[in-house]
């Protein structure tokens, strides 16, 4: 699928959290509008796909809108939108992103998110937390050493699973491998690494899938797409054809339970590493053993990252 590319000025970039995110971060940012890997298999079950607001009637996929301005608009809001989120959030904590990829392959020709990030040198939040299912992350290592000297950042790197393939679908936007060794080197580079399992995919391999995460992140976060897509039942995910290509490997991965026994193979391997859900996102671990079904998340312990 071809895609259509615009380029845009926006009136605010800075948008406040609600729903899903609320308890998250304060703020989400998005340097496009649309994502260039909605096409791969990470964007089969994306659940911005049924968002009307960014969608506008164009299939997921099939569009990317350039922020130009995106850097100077985050000048232009942050010292208003830092005061609201310390008054009212405890602190200015910014996500992004959860409606596009920061690190799509336009970003090497336009640098909407570069811009973003050297802006945030100058004036940064109290906390960053950026997302992504590319290993092109990589390119901006010696920003995020200095960035993370300004404020609290994490990288989360999305692995949903040791498997580069579903039947059916189509192959990720970054190779496995690629994404693992990114890890490693922000990791090593002194980042706060974390590998988000989101949406949770079959994993042949359990034990060995956890013990590569271990090695090359500083927590884990496990989400399935019950609950994880914003519906109590994964109904949004259940229109897309994920399921059956999941069912097709392992029926069993389409219950809430699979993420269970996914949780506690994910403690074995990193006890007090571990998050689940929106309380993952969130920096807030499950601590102790493997906790049974019933009591995720609500009697973990939290701890911040």
């Known amino acids: 699928m071809s895609i259509t590319?615009?380029?845009?000025?926006?009136?605010?970039?800075?948008?406040?959290?609600?729903?899903?995110?609320?308890?998250?971060?304060?703020?989400?940012?998005?340097?496009?509008r649309g994502c260039s890997f909605g096409n791969s298999l990470c964007g089969v079950g994306c659940y911005v796909r049924h968002n009307p607001f960014v969608n506008r009637g164009a299939e997921w996929g099939s569009f990317l809108e350039v922020r130009e301005n995106a850097a100077a608009a985050y000048c232009r809001q942050c010292d208003r939108e830092r005061r609201w989120a310390r008054a009212n959030r405890g602190r200015f904590s910014v996500f992004m992103s959860s409606a596009t990829d920061p690190f799509v392959p336009h970003?090497?020709?336009?640098?909407?998110?570069?811009?973003?990030?050297?802006?945030?040198?100058?004036?940064?939040?109290?906390?960053?937390?950026?997302?992504?299912?590319?290993h092109l992350v990589t390119r901006y290592l010696a920003i995020f050493r200095t960035l993370?000297?300004?404020?609290?950042?994490?990288?989360?790197?999305?692995?949903e699973s040791d498997r580069d393939r579903l039947p059916g679908l189509p192959p990720p936007a970054s190779p496995i491998a690629r994404r693992f060794e990114a890890a490693q080197q922000l990791r090593d580079a002194g980042i706060h690494m974390v590998i988000t399992v989101a949406p949770l995919l079959p994993i042949a391999d359990p034990d060995?899938?956890?013990?590569?995460?271990?090695?090359?992140?500083?927590?884990v976060v496990v989400d399935h797409f019950i609950g994880g897509d914003g519906t109590a039942t994964g109904a949004r995910t259940l229109r897309t054809p994920l399921p059956a290509a999941m069912a097709a490997v392992d029926p069993a991965c389409l219950d809430i339970s699979y993420r269970d026994a996914i949780l506690e193979r994910a403690l074995e391997q990193m006890p007090g590493r571990v998050g689940v859900g929106i309380?993952?996102?969130?920096?807030?671990?499950?601590?102790?053993?493997?906790?049974?079904?019933?009591?995720?998340?609500?009697?973990?312990?939290?701890?911040?990252?």
């Open 5 to 32: 590319l615009t380029e845009a000025t926006v009136a605010s970039i800075l948008t406040r959290s609600s729903g899903y995110l609320k308890t998250v971060c304060s703020h989400s940012l998005q340097p496009y």
């Open 107 to 134: 970003e090497q020709r336009y640098g909407i998110t570069r811009d973003v990030l050297h802006a945030m040198l100058e004036n940064p939040p109290d906390e960053l937390i950026i997302q992504t299912h590319s």
């Open 279 to 305: 309380d993952g996102f969130a920096g807030r671990l499950l601590s102790g053993p493997p906790v049974p079904r019933e009591a995720i998340p609500g009697a973990a312990s939290p701890a911040d990252y």
């Open 148 to 159: 993370s000297q300004r404020c609290g950042l994490r990288v989360h790197i999305s692995i």
């Open 208 to 219: 060995r899938f956890f013990q590569r995460v271990a090695a090359c992140a500083d927590a």
